[in-house]
């Protein structure tokens, strides 16, 4: 093997290795013309190459400097010189202290996602830049990525691009690209283009995500075949990352995404929630570069498994700790070179002597091995390529076989979509079937029970009618017995009065007969005393028809305020909107107390409010008191006392009944399904029921519907206030006003008084 020179071309001197590859190593050396470090990538060919394989690596060299040549792009790096040197190209570039994406991985292990998002916005806009200068790359891979110490991501190795306007380079094993990177397209048929370099960079993203190819397997031949006939393995740490592999890893390149299309895909995974900083491996101009961890340098025993078909070259400012450099001759033709003045000359040639030799028998060695190396990997590109071209015509026929398959899986997904389309229709109509029997049956139920509530009501009324009309027969017998005593005390009175007339007159028809000629008028008597019976008799007459008249009219009132009790609450609270009343409605309520058959009660711990200004105080005959709204109309129902304010619909209504049922909620849930279902409540949108913290249990159903083309809110509780008495509360008002109106109710809820 050729030792390097210590000084290339008088300006370049090599100071010390940065890695080593396949084709070559890269040095990184000092411009003494410009005093600024390069790197230096030395294309290393073995003497027994013959000339049309060093005619393809000179044209390689010159082909990725003048591709980079074209490009001045912060995430390109920069070519400054070609030349031939010991018959070897060399090639001079800018100096990036960095490390590859590829060392990266392999150090570090998979990226996160945002970052990998990050460092393929960078790569994507230089192979936007590159394409747009008429540059393919064509060997997109994490080896010819660079995260470079000051934040840049680089781009690097040219030396398979292919330039606009120039010939071909397509010896077998120089220009195949790295198989596990390779768009499926170049290796079927030797299609190059922007669509393969953006297969490269998804599958480059895809192993800094994931930490491997997505066609990565033990060999050359086995990677060829599966990017062939499979596809990509799914990722599995992906993340925001996964819509960007799918776009991009499309094997035909007529649907892949293209760069507008990848920007965007890669800027939403960055800017997914939750949001990260960027990191510093993105532009970031200005900034200095932070200290990194140096990695030891690429010896040849690391490097690719000879399997591969092309080996990484090794990446242009590779940020290694500096390996021995390999001295060569201190003079070489044509160049400057300082000799050392400090050693004995005889020494210093003896030295020079054993160090020839040692480096002629080290040169021998190498050559011969990279020889046997070439030739194998020569011969594996060349069955690659045949393997690559049965594989193509493999593909065509199971692309066409996928394509029958697929054709009758569709039709048999088609079918069984439809059986199972049909199948849920039948259930659905089965469950629909169920649904309306369900609610035939709780209609039956509510049917039945309300026929037992009114039957309990009538046999409550008739009882109250019965004992009516028993207390008005016993007044009628009463005003009998006293009519027929005051008929015999008349008489008696008229009898006595007969004969006080018969005695006096006895008494004057004696004293006439005795001449004495005195008359005594004795008729006074008999005008008053028939008078004052007759009064008495009117009196009695009065007072029995008083008696009647307050039986009926107290019969009256309990039938209206008793015997219409519902048989349970919240059951029987207010019905459904705002029924139209079935009596007259009194023009407001009345602010004065009515009688209170058993008085009203106000729970330990609550305290009656003050009386607002406009309401009034209303006891009601039943026995509860409550405040309502001054001039709000006043009209019963059966049981339900209904209070409505003229003009905007509000409503309040209170039911009662001695039979309370347990559980508020669960009698709320049951009313709502019957109700809702028999369609009381047109687009009914259920609010909440649930309990609340009042009197001694109370549960809140609120809801809103539609009525007459007026959203309509309102909100039913149902309490019960002891174990033989509750109430039933209805408040409905406009949507649109309910939070105005919602202080109002709170005040019915905290003034309301039960029967005591």
Do not use: C
């Amino acid at each position: 093997m050729t030792a390097a020179p210590s000084i290339l071309a008088d300006r370049y001197r090599l100071l010390d290795q940065l890695g080593v590859g396949g084709m070559g190593r890269v040095w990184r050396a000092r411009d003494e013309t410009l005093h600024r470090d390069v790197a230096v990538k030395q294309i290393v060919l073995p003497p027994e190459l013959l000339d049309d394989a060093r005619d393809v690596a000179m044209e390689r060299t010159l082909r990725e400097a003048r591709a980079a040549a074209r490009l001045s792009h912060p995430n390109v790096v920069r070519v400054y010189d070609v030349l031939a040197a010991e018959g070897q190209p060399w090639l001079v570039m800018e100096y990036v202290p960095s490390r590859s994406l590829d060392q990266v991985i392999r150090a570090d292990g998979p990226l996160e996602p945002k970052r990998v998002a990050e460092i393929g916005l960078a790569v994507l806009d230089a192979l936007q830049a590159a394409h747009r200068a008429g540059v393919d790359h064509r060997d997109i891979k994490p080896g010819n990525v660079l995260l470079a110490d000051d934040g840049r991501v680089v781009l690097t190795d040219f030396g398979i691009a292919r330039v606009e306007g120039e010939g071909h380079v397509t010896r077998t094993g120089l220009v195949l690209g790295s198989p596990e990177y390779i768009a499926p397209e170049r290796a079927r048929e030797g299609i190059a283009g922007p669509a393969s370099d953006l297969w490269s960079l998804g599958a480059t993203l895809y192993a800094a995500v994931e930490g491997r190819s997505p066609f990565g397997r033990r060999s050359a031949m086995e990677t060829l075949t599966a990017l062939a006939s499979e596809e990509a393995d799914p990722p599995q740490r992906a993340g925001e990352m996964a819509p960007v592999l799918r776009a991009l890893l499309r094997k035909d390149p007529r649907v892949r995404a293209g760069f507008a299309e990848t920007a965007k895909l890669l800027q939403d995974a960055i800017t997914s929630k939750p949001a990260r900083k960027r990191r510093s491996w993105l532009p970031s101009w200005g900034r200095s570069a932070g200290p990194v961890a140096t990695p030891a340098p690429e010896v040849p025993s690391q490097r690719r498994a000879p399997e591969q078909v092309d080996r990484p070259e090794p990446a242009v400012g590779f940020a290694a700790a500096p390996a021995p450099v390999t001295k060569a001759d201190p003079v070489v033709r044509g160049r400057a070179v300082v000799e050392s003045t400090l050693v004995d000359a005889e020494a210093l040639a003896a030295a020079d002597a054993e160090r020839a030799a040692e480096a002629e028998r080290a040169a021998e060695a190498e050559r011969a091995a990279e020889a046997a190396r070439l030739a194998e990997e020569a011969e594996r590109a060349a069955e690659a390529e045949r393997i690559a071209a049965a594989e193509r015509a493999a593909e065509a026929e199971r692309a066409a076989e996928a394509e029958r398959a697929a054709a009758a899986k569709r039709a048999a997904e088609q079918a069984e979509a439809e059986r199972i389309a049909q199948a849920e229709r039948a259930a659905e109509a089965e469950r629909e079937q169920e649904r309306a029997a369900e609610a035939e049956r709780e209609q039956e139920r509510a049917e039945e029970q309300e026929r037992a509530e009114e039957a309990e009501r009538a046999a409550k009324a008739a009882r109250v009618a019965a004992e009516a009309e028993a207390a008005i027969a016993a007044a009628r017998e009463e005003r009998a017995a006293r009519e027929a005593a005051e008929r015999a005390e008349q008489e008696r009175r008229e009898r006595e009065e007969r004969e006080e007339r018969e005695r006096t007159e006895r008494a004057q028809a004696a004293q006439r007969r005795a001449a004495v000629g005195t008359v005594v008028e004795s008729g006074g008597s008999r005008g008053t005393r028939p008078g004052i019976l007759a009064g008495a008799g009117v009196a009695v007459l009065v007072v029995v028809a008083l008696v009647v008249w307050l039986v009926s009219a107290g019969g009256g009132e309990d039938k209206d305020g008793g015997a219409a009790q519902p048989g349970s609450l919240p059951s029987s609270a207010a019905g459904p909107g705002s029924p139209a009343p079935s009596q007259a409605a009194s023009p407001q309520a009345s602010p004065e107390p009515s009688q209170e058959p058993g008085g009203n009660s106000v729970p330990a711990g609550r305290q009656l409010p003050t009386l607002p200004g406009g309401w009034v105080d209303y006891h009601d005959p039943t026995g509860f008191s409550v405040y309502v709204p001054a001039g709000w109309s006043r009209s019963k129902e059966g049981s339900i006392v209904y209070f409505r304010e003229p003009g905007t619909g509000r409503i309040l209504g209170i039911d009662q009944t001695d039979k309370p049922r347990p559980d508020p909620v669960a009698d709320w849930q049951a009313q709502a399904k019957s109700r809702v279902n028999g369609g009381d409540f047109p687009g009914y949108t259920e609010i909440h029921i649930q309990p609340v913290d009042y009197f001694v249990k109370a549960a809140d159903w609120e809801f809103t519907f539609t009525r007459n083309g007026v959203r309509k809110h309102v909100n039913n509780r149902g309490v019960v206030t002891s174990p033989t008495q509750a109430y039933g509360f209805y408040w409905e008002t406009a949507d649109a006003e309910w939070a105005a109106s919602r202080d109002a109710l709170q005040i019915v809820f905290d003034s309301f008084r039960p029967r005591a």
